[in-house]
């Protein structure tokens, strides 16, 4: 782990991640794990694990993409809708392709998605999703890929029973909590089917009437 940062940048990022944590607090309260979200620096974790390296033999240089494949960098979609732009983001968050481009050019493209207002961006937990550049690497060898399905995404029961009981309260910040489930698949040069396992995670999405939806980021604990 990476010693707590004593930066000016550091502390602009928890600073970052304090208010997007307060705005989310306002409509999740019954949301057990957040206070550890309000108060984490930059050793952030995320439900969903940074995808590993397969078990297969590593092959001398990746392999390019299938004939006829091609794996565009996500990119998000333009909808006011928080459960849609949940599942886009999930899909987008559990998906990659060391075959089609590098970590960097991922972890922009993913930056793409964050809320242009940075005090609710925290792009932090987002980075926390994506391999390593030593992992990329030797995921790079083997060619390794992944592709998402979601199944499901819903707003957490506590989150709908804190607006019934405070509708205004998002008003604030207009984030919204949004837990979705689905399933990552991946493959590798020769095994484009390895292996698939479930994921689930709940992710922050600002939605401002006048805005299309955009990520805030991804919440340390599941909310059910």
């Known amino acids: 782990m990476s010693p707590r940062s004593t930066n000016p940048g550091g502390a602009s990022r928890v600073r970052r991640r304090a208010l997007l944590g307060t705005a989310v607090l306002v409509v999740l309260v019954a949301l057990a794990g957040l206070a550890a979200y309000l108060t984490r620096d930059g050793r952030t ?4 694990p940074a995808p590993q390296m397969s078990s297969a033999s590593s092959s001398p240089t990746a392999s390019p993409p299938p004939s006829g494949h091609h794996s565009d960098l996500p990119v998000p979609p333009t909808t006011h809708d928080p459960i849609a732009f ?3 983001a999930a899909a987008a968050l559990w998906s990659y392709d060391t075959r089609a481009y590098s970590q960097p050019e991922l972890l922009a493209a993913l930056h793409g998605w964050l ?3 940075t ?6 937990s987002v980075d926390a999703l994506v391999p390593s550049p030593v992992l990329w690497k030797e995921m790079a060898a083997n060619g390794q890929f992944a592709t ?3 199944n499901e995404a819903h707003f957490p029961d506590s989150f709908t029973q804190a607006l019934q009981a405070d509708p205004g309260a998002i008003t604030t910040a207009y984030v919204y909590a949004v837990t979705v489930s689905g399933k990552q698949s991946i493959g590798w040069s020769g095994s484009p089917a390895g292996g698939a396992e479930s994921r689930i995670t709940t992710l922050a999405v600002q939605c401002r009437p006048s805005q299309p939806c955009a990520l805030a980021g991804v919440l340390p604990a599941v909310a059910p």
């Not at 974790?45 to 969903?48: E, I, M, N, Q």
């Not at 005090?119 to 932090?124: F, H, L, S």
């Open 115 to 117: 809320t242009s207002q």
């Open 86 to 88: 949940g599942k886009a």
């Open 45 to 48: 974790s995320s439900t969903a």
């Open 148 to 150: 998402a399905t979601v």
């Open 119 to 124: 005090k609710y961006a925290d792009a932090a």
